[in-house]
């Protein structure tokens, strides 16, 4: 854990010591961009002591460092807006037909010939000369109230036939500005990649163009050469003035129109790039990627809005700790990495255009370490959720990997690119750095991906790791074709589409149960045979199952059924009461009652009879004792009933009666000696002597 802190300080300092350390200003700075005409090599004589860059950031802070060369009317609105305080017209720029006639000698004098002309017609798709150019297209097309419907419609028509070229300047027939078709005729064109043989002709559309001018914007004053005029004409421009070079520049510019609406212009052309997709190319990739900046703004809006309903309605199922900790994380990072999505596509190009791009990876590198840990808290108890140290040694290498990455402007070893090239977001290159971002983040989501398969091994349903692999499958295939730059893969939104995939693979598996969630509730407490019912705080019934009897909040205060129990309890935001059936239980109770008072009365005849038993066994035993005894002085009874009976017939009368006492005393010793013998008393030895003697 100490480790992982310092980690994150590092981190920090590393997002913040780029954006501060790049803070050098130039004020002296002409901010141009490379094009074929040349204009980035003759500005330093028309500013002595200026140097010269591409445009980096926004115009706002472009204009800090010095002077922006733009299009008139980007200086009406900047002017409108407060942001520049001076406009210093250089030359002009008229949208024209350039016409190769070594390469084709078709008859084309307006808009409309280019239809019928048969020839390949190469256009920029360039932000701004593309609606520049539609603008000037719809005026000769339309009138002055124009929409871009008219230019759009030829320009679809010609690219439905395979003849309509973007960016293609080696097509026999262009569509393009006039300066730009003089710097491909000058026999000194510094861009010799496009090898005209200066053959192009300037054909100005009978139908009518529109001329804008181009200039410096600055917040301060300029002093521009006293032989401005003398440079820009050798460099091969038209003048403000109309002074042009006549080998290079036609005569008349008759039906060519200056622009003086720019606020019209801006609000017809700034959809033009999406007009040009929708109406012209009819790709398939409108219907799954955003084109310009509203369309930006609005599906990351939906998407986000999208992310927060399901993560609301995952939450609803899951009553897992671990996993709705995770499913929420997951929504924290899917929806901070399309807001910082957004947001680059609030600023211009430059530095920190960059470090937002850069940023994404904080969001990559952090959803395998969430899924990884959702998977191994799947069967982890909620006292039990802390991460193993393998999860920790992951993050480490992630942090180290997303440092890497944003630090990107000191090695270029994640994203390879010139950082003076205007179009560096499309003109780059992968480094090592990104591609071991890349195959970490696959290798994490693979361990995710084994861990649940491994824990859900005993799943007799095996049909069910089918979707989860095709989704990883496709991911590997699209990250694949966007490195590959695949058409159709690269001009789809990559946030939007790995949020997507993010939202849709943590779906499939909770879909075929390899996340547990808690669905079926409903239809399972619904058909349950207990007796119970769930009510919200004022007592409506929100589930009841088929097995319980109507019974209201009153019955449950009041209970009268003795086979009946009624309870309930609070619960969130509601109570539950359910009623138990205890009529079996007072049956039992009856019963045993019964049996006890049958075992009472059995019990007091067993004893009635054990006291009669007692009593004749106590009888018999008497009778027997003096059967016994009767038996042991049976003989001396007989003999003592004759001398009684002879006493009257002897004579010596006295020792007849001292004969029967004798016979008295012996029959009671004899008695006494009996019941001592059946009683086992012990006699003492001199009363014993003293029968004995009797």
Not at 267 to 282: L, M, N, P, Q, W
């Amino acid at each position: 854990m100490l480790l992982l802190k310092k980690t994150l300080w590092v981190l920090a300092a590393a997002l913040i010591i780029p954006l501060t350390g790049c803070g050098h200003k130039h004020e002296n700075t002409i901010i141009c961009n490379a094009d074929l005409c040349g204009f980035d090599k003759i500005a330093p004589e028309l500013l002595t002591g200026y140097r010269v860059r591409g445009n980096h950031n926004s115009m706002l802070q472009e204009l800090k460092e010095g002077a922006v060369i733009v299009g008139d009317h980007i200086a009406g609105m900047a002017a409108d807006a407060g942001i520049a305080e001076y406009w210093y017209p250089l030359y002009l720029s008229t949208a024209v037909i350039a016409v190769d006639r070594e390469r084709t000698d078709a008859e084309i004098h307006s808009w409309s010939d280019l239809i019928h002309a048969g020839e390949a017609v190469g256009i920029s798709d360039n932000v701004p000369e593309i609606r520049l150019l539609l603008a000037a297209m719809s005026f000769g097309l339309e009138g002055e109230k124009y929409t871009l419907e008219k230019s759009t419609e030829l320009l679809a028509s010609l690219y439905s036939r395979n003849l309509l070229k973007f960016n293609d300047y080696g097509a026999p027939v262009l569509i393009c500005f006039d300066y730009q078709v003089a710097a491909l005729n000058k026999p000194d064109k510094l861009n010799k990649s496009y090898n005209s043989g200066g053959a192009l002709e300037i054909i100005i559309p009978v139908e009518g163009t529109l001329t804008f001018e181009r200039g410096f914007i600055s917040q301060k004053p300029l002093t521009i050469s006293e032989n401005s005029g003398d440079i820009l004409l050798e460099g091969g421009f038209r003048l403000p003035d109309g002074r042009s070079r006549e080998d290079l520049y036609p005569e008349s510019y008759e039906n060519a129109v200056l622009l003086e609406d720019y606020v019209y212009l801006t609000g017809i052309c700034s959809d033009a790039t999406f007009v040009i997709k929708r109406d012209v190319r009819k790709i398939g990739s409108y219907f799954y990627s955003s084109e310009d900046g509203r369309n930006h703004q609005l599906f990351g809006l939906v998407l986000i809005v999208f992310i927060i309903l399901w993560t609301g309605y995952t939450l609803r199922r899951v009553m897992q700790k671990g996993i709705r900790r995770a499913v929420f994380i997951t929504a924290i990072l899917l929806v901070g990495w399309v807001l910082l999505r957004m947001f680059k596509y609030q600023i211009s190009l430059g530095v920190l255009n960059q470090y937002c791009w850069y940023g994404y990876y904080f969001f990559r590198l952090g959803l395998p370490l969430t899924g990884m840990w959702l998977s191994w808290a799947i069967d982890r108890p909620d006292d039990a959720l802390r991460p193993p140290k393998w999860w920790y040694a992951c993050a480490v290498l992630n942090i180290i990997l997303f440092i890497a990455v944003v630090t990107n402007n000191f090695h270029y070893q994640a994203f390879i690119f010139d950082p003076r090239d205007p179009k560096y977001n499309i003109n780059f290159t992968y480094g090592p750095v990104y591609y071991a971002a890349i195959v970490t983040i696959f290798l994490q989501l693979l361990i995710m991906q084994v861990i649940i398969m491994y824990k859900n091994r005993k799943s007799p349903q095996k049909s069910r790791f089918a979707f989860p692999i095709i989704f990883y499958g496709l991911i590997g295939v699209y990250c694949v074709g966007y490195i590959l730059r695949v058409p159709l893969i690269w001009e789809t939104d990559s946030t939007m589409v790995n949020s997507l995939f993010t939202v849709f693979f943590a779906e499939a598996c909770i879909r075929s149960g390899l996340i547990p969630v808690n669905t079926k509730y409903r239809p399972l407490f619904e058909r349950s045979p207990l007796n119970m019912k769930i009510t919200d705080s004022s007592g409506n019934v929100i589930m009841e199952s088929m097995a319980s009897a109507y019974f209201s909040r009153e019955d449950a205060a009041s209970v009268s059924e003795e086979n009946i129990l009624i309870y309930q309890g609070d619960i969130t935001s509601g109570r539950v009461v359910w009623q138990e059936n205890i009529s079996s239980l007072n049956r039992l109770q009856c019963d045993i009652m019964e049996t006890n008072e049958r075992l009472r009365a059995a019990n007091e005849i067993l004893a009635e009879e054990e006291r009669i038993k007692s009593k004749l066994a106590a009888t018999e035993a008497k009778a027997e004792l003096f059967s016994e005894l009767e038996a042991e002085i049976h003989s001396r009874t007989l003999e003592l009933f004759r001398k009684v009976a002879e006493l009257s017939q002897n004579g010596d009368y006295k020792l007849h009666i001292a004969s029967i006492t004798l016979l008295l005393c012996y029959i009671k010793r004899r008695c006494i000696l009996f019941s001592g013998s059946v009683s086992l008393r012990r006699f003492p030895w001199m009363k014993l002597s003293y029968i004995s003697m009797s």
